[in-house]
Nanobody
Framework: VQLQESGPGLVKPSQTLSLTCTVS??????????YMWIRQPPGKGPEWMGA???????YYSPSLKSRTSISRDTSKNQFTLQLMSVIPEDTAVYYC??????WGKGTQVTVSS
């Protein structure tokens, strides 16, 4: 199973960041108990952002819950992260993962005007 992140590399402050993770060789409604998003800001440790379970239930980090939405498109075998009202501190490498045992390569996102 392979996971691949895609999305814009540069986002302006106050805009919404949208990232997509495409799952190949597996299913977003199975294979793993949950698919999740994790990010790592420069010089800091990884931060778990949220997850969508095989059932479709979603879970979010309390610190990001008000700005985060995770959804999936079963027809495309993809799941998506939306992070609203971004600030420069949201600059990070964003990863998608299945059960934290299988990770995409990550995608750099910079928040800057």
């Amino acid at each position: 199973v392979q996971l691949q992140e895609s999305g814009p590399g540069l986002v302006k402050p106050s805009q919404t960041l949208s990232l997509t993770c495409t799952v190949s060789g597996g299913s977003v409604t199975g294979t793993y108990n949950a698919y999740m998003w994790i990010r790592q800001p420069p010089g800091k440790g990884p931060e778990w952002m949220g997850a969508i379970a095989y059932s479709g239930s979603t879970y979010y980090s309390p610190s990001l819950k008000s700005r985060t939405s995770i959804s999936r498109d079963t027809s495309k075998n993809q799941f998506t992260l939306q992070l609203m009202s971004v600030i420069p501190e949201d600059t990070a490498v964003y990863y998608c993962s299945g059960d934290l045992v299988n990770w995409g390569k990550g995608t750099q996102v910079t928040v800057s005007s």
